[in-house]
T-cell receptor, first 112, second 115 residues
């Protein structure tokens, strides 16, 4: 069964600190993995998209890694800001590209 | 990237009435759009794929007669929740793109509350 599992479910950190969010998936055949940021009451906004051959991709203070062998990905946020408070969703696409499988997200709260 | 606009952002309606949600692709001609539903602290769940000029494709368990989708042009898809009930209260989101390795762009979502 195609699944995307994220951990932790929620996370609270102090402003300026770093954090890492995890994503494990069982989607097969794999096409790509995406990370989205979803602010409360808003639609998701893309952070990164990685294909099978990519191990790491950065977007500003966000760095995503992908290990296609172990089917794991992480999203590292550096020097967190209050505006980083949101839900971060891991999404995996199958090779046919016909479906996006969404994780439940990690809710990040950055406090001052 | 594509700009996707949803309207309204939120709506409250009485049980038994119908509500229409619009999804517009402002700068991208979309032959396909996607409608999702998201309950609190849950994943986005695909409801249906909206196809321009033809019938929508519904996911298993989604009632096509209750959730009417119309994709009359390359820039507009509408989702009508008919005879809404409190259990239909949810966050509805549309998107364009996302096939294969293409980027997916989401609307800002519509919060529906049925009282």
């Amino acid at each position: 069964k195609n699944q995307v599992e994220q951990s932790p479910q929620s996370l609270i950190i102090l402003e300026g600190k770093n954090c890492t969010l995890q994503c494990n998936y069982t989607v097969s055949p794999f096409s790509n993995l995406r990370w989205y940021k979803q602010d409360t009451g808003r639609g998701p906004v893309s952070l990164t998209i990685m294909t099978f051959s990519e191990n790491t991709k950065s977007n500003g203070r966000y760095t995503a890694t992908l290990d296609a062998d172990t089917k794991q990905s992480s999203l590292h946020i550096t020097a967190s800001q209050l505006s980083d408070s949101a839900s971060y969703i891991c999404v995996v696409s199958n090779r046919a590209g016909t479906a996006l499988i969404f994780g439940k997200g990690t809710t990040l709260s950055v406090s001052s | 990237g594509a700009v996707v606009s949803q309207h309204p952002s939120w709506v409250i309606c009485k049980s038994g009435t119908s509500v229409k949600i619009e999804c517009r692709s402002l700068d991208f001609q979309a032959t396909t759009m996607f409608w999702y539903r998201q309950f609190p602290k849950q994943s986005l769940m695909l409801m249906a794929t909206s196809n321009e000029g033809s019938k929508a494709t519904y996911e298993q368990g989604v009632e096509k007669d209750k959730f009417l989708i119309n994709h009359a042009s390359l820039t507009l898809s509408t989702l009508t929740v008919t005879s809404a009930h409190p259990e239909d209260s949810s966050f509805y989101i549309c998107s364009v793109g996302g096939r294969v390795n293409t980027e997916a762009f989401f609307g800002q979502g519509t919060r529906l509350t049925v009282v």
